[in-house]
């Protein structure tokens, strides 16, 4: 598979280091020197020295044999126009980076696809949407959804009052019970675990269930005294931050700290009158206490320095915050972040990469999630009629080492999958794989 990524920074670097380790055949342009040649030492791929709005630098890269053409360059104008010209020349699918959150209503998606922009990514907004999930759950670290909910990953820190630790999983999580553990990440390790697998304190747990037993599960891992968020403090505010406000829930209350006195003029015409907007440094930590961080059950912390809102969740956490939400744009720190115990980590570059690499799978594939804590993907399956996985019992397939399957969606009724379970043409199959190409398991669908 052919892929030209216009942008070597931020999102584009993540993505050359996302997608060479499947050995596609990857091109990069970029006017930036340095980056290309950081990118040269560290990943198997082609990189030009040239600007993606070129028509020759465009047939240069191979745009016309382009399966998938990715702008995630700084400049809207500057990937809007390459994905057109890409498209006119002839690559199959086309993405741009866009920062203008005007450009996602559907009325202009289908403008821009009409001009050769299959699809349009406004990383806040992604962003925005894994912020508000773990606002939802305050004890929980990641969620992910299938189909509105009828089927539930829940990634959960176990603490000293998880009730299910040192047991082997197949007398606590067998069969008829309400939950499957899909994956276990142990210090830097993540296991895709066996029956005679166990749960050890401070492991990262992630759980398959259906939505009726999520206030089972949290009773399980001993979580049912977090209290609900109702009051969430926001340290900066960004884009990222403005659209996370525009979508929390309305029995949610908001304040924003924002440094920059203009910006909280900006803020205080953006956002609806109820959202109270300080000028101050959230780092103050007299500030957060006159602002009530002791009576604040979620603090999120969206600055653009990663030091910084990393530094301000412990402090939050210090002064009693249960749940707190970090932005981290350094990839190298996430990892550093999660072993300190932040809680939410968001990633914008991560996030992104995930919905982009969707596109590289079929149609039967929706959904496609990177989990960083956890070094995996978890996708959603659709199996296509006679497909190798609907052909026998799930136990009989030979399924590849490193991946598990939570569960289905069948019918619009989320259930877990077993050993017996026979998945059928149509159902919606979550898959949690470990260093395993999505490609591979894509076979078993089709």
């Known amino acids: ?31 930036n020197n340095e980056a290309l040649e950081q990118l040269n030492r560290n990943y198997d791929l082609l990189t030009m020295d040239a600007s993606c709005t070129s028509p020759r630098a465009l047939r240069d890269a191979g745009a016309e044999n382009a399966d998938l053409f990715i702008a995630v360059t700084a400049d809207q104008t500057a990937n809007l126009t390459a994905c057109t010209m890409a498209h006119a020349l002839g690559a199959r699918k086309t993405v741009a980076k866009i920062d203008d959150p005007e450009y996602t209503e559907l009325t202009d998606q289908a403008f821009f696809k009409e001009m050769g922009v299959d699809s349009i990514i406004y990383p806040e907004m992604l962003a925005a949407k894994d912020i508000i999930n773990g606002l939802k759950m305050s004890w929980v670290r990641q969620r992910w959804d299938v189909h509105n909910g009828e089927l539930v990953m829940l990634g959960i820190k176990l603490r000293e009052g998880c009730q299910i630790l040192n047991q082997p999983l197949k007398d606590i999580s067998g069969p008829e019970d309400p939950y499957h553990i899909v994956a276990i990440r142990r210090g830097g390790e993540t296991i895709i675990p066996g029956g005679n697998d166990s749960l050890k304190l401070f492991d990262m747990a992630y759980f398959m269930t259906t939505k009726n037993y999520i206030p089972y599960i949290r009773k399980i891992v001993g979580k049912e005294h977090y209290a609900d968020v109702k009051n969430v403090l926001i340290m900066g505010g960004g884009s990222t931050a403005v659209r996370a406000v525009k979508m929390i829930p309305e029995y949610m209350n908001v304040k924003i700290i924002e440094k920059d006195y203009k910006r909280c003029e900006y803020l205080n015409e953006a956002l609806d009158e109820d959202t109270l907007v300080i000028n101050g440094d959230g780092r103050d930590l007299s500030l957060l206490v006159e602002e009530g961080i002791r009576n604040t059950q979620a603090f999120v912390a969206l600055t653009t320095n990663a030091e910084t809102n990393i530094l301000a969740c412990l402090t939050a956490k210090r002064m009693g915050v249960r749940k707190t939400v970090a932005m981290v744009e350094n990839v190298d720190y996430v990892s550093m972040a999660e072993s300190l115990d932040i809680g939410t980590i968001i990633n914008k570059k991560i996030t992104t990469a995930s919905y982009i690499y969707q596109m590289l799978l079929d149609t039967n594939v929706y959904n496609v999630r990177f989990l960083p804590t956890a070094d995996a993907d978890v996708a959603e399956f659709i199996p296509a009629e006679g497909s190798k996985i609907t052909r026998k019992p799930v136990k009989d397939l030979g399924l590849p080492k490193g991946i598990t399957i939570g569960g ?4 619009e009724k989320g259930m877990l999958v077993s050993g017996n379970t026979q998945i059928q043409a149509g159902d919606s199959v979550v898959i949690f794989t470990h260093n395993t190409d999505l490609r591979n398991i894509e076979k078993l669908f089709k």
């Open 1 to 31: 598979m052919k892929i030209i990524i216009a942008g070597a920074s931020a999102i584009g670097s993540y993505l050359a280091k996302l997608l060479s380790r499947n050995n596609y055949d990857i091109t990069i342009l970029d006017t």
């Open 408 to 411: 289905l969606v069948r019918d």
